[in-house]
């Protein structure tokens, strides 16, 4: 069971709009820790997507975008590519856990 | 260019012990914190580890307190996790992460390495 939780999948067709969600806590996300967002693509090492809530890395297209409000975060994908179709994953901290690094259980994004 | 490449895994039977390493090239390693996480077959990711850019602070996950022990040796720019007691469920590829700061404050993962695979099993 993660401390911060996503959905297992999510799904949509070229050019649509996906978001997914990342639910913390008052000792996570809520409690002011930033949410930082990661992709996996199939058979490789997990890669820096969006970092500080809503920034973006360089070279990452601005189609990914981030927000944090509450006790939750989202990652949004609009003009959906075939080359998303990836695991994403949500990270923050946890004040309850000695403010060590907590992930989201990830989220399959699949282009139909 | 900013390059992490872990090395050491394999096949170890239950209770045996492994060191992994984590060669950190294109940046200075000394001025960075770093971390070890690892990711089941199948799984999703599990934060491990954690230690200060000069070794000094140390934390754990729970599931591996006591058996396992992050070092690092900044003079040859290397990570290590040293694994004892290991367990079937501690199989995984096993990632080192360099910690990143924006000028907001909480630190990100990046770049994170290829990883290395642990498999535990008689």
């Known amino acids: 069971q993660s401390v911060l939780t996503q959905p297992p999948s999510v799904s949509g067709a070229p050019g649509q709009r996906v978001t997914i969600s990342c639910t913390g806590s008052?000792?996570?996300?809520?409690?002011?820790?930033?949410v930082h967002w990661y992709q996996q693509l199939p058979g490789t090492a997990p890669k820096l997507l969006i970092y500080g809530n809503s920034n973006r890395p360089s070279g990452v297209p601005d189609r990914f975008s981030g927000s944090k409000s509450g006790t939750s975060a989202s990652l949004a994908i609009t003009g959906l590519q075939a080359e998303d179709e990836a695991d994403y994953y949500c990270?923050?901290?946890?004040?309850?856990?000695?403010?060590?690094?907590?992930f989201g259980g990830g989220t399959q994004l699949t282009v139909l | 260019e900013v390059q992490l490449v872990e090395s050491g895994g394999g096949l170890v039977q239950p209770g045996g012990s492994l060191r992994l390493s984590c060669a950190a090239s294109?940046?200075?390693?000394?001025?960075?914190?770093m971390n070890w996480v690892r990711q089941a077959p199948g799984k999703g990711l599990e934060w491990v580890s954690y230690?200060?850019?000069?070794?000094?602070?140390?934390y754990y996950a729970d599931s591996v307190k006591g058996r396992f022990t992050i070092s690092r040796d900044n003079a040859k720019n290397s990570l290590y996790l040293q694994m004892n007691s290991l367990r079937a469920e501690d199989t995984a590829v096993y990632y080192c992460?360099?910690?990143?700061?924006?000028?907001?404050?909480?630190?990100?993962?990046?770049?994170w390495g290829q990883g290395t695979l642990v498999t535990v099993s008689s």
């Open positions: 992460a360099r910690v990143y700061y924006d000028s907001s404050g909480t630190g990100s993962f990046d770049p």
């Open positions: 008052s000792s996570n996300i809520g409690a002011g820790y930033d």
């Open positions: 990270q923050s901290y946890d004040s309850s856990l000695s403010g060590n690094a907590v």
């Open positions: 294109g940046f200075t390693f000394s001025s960075y914190e």
């Open positions: 230690i200060s850019s000069s070794g000094s602070t140390i």
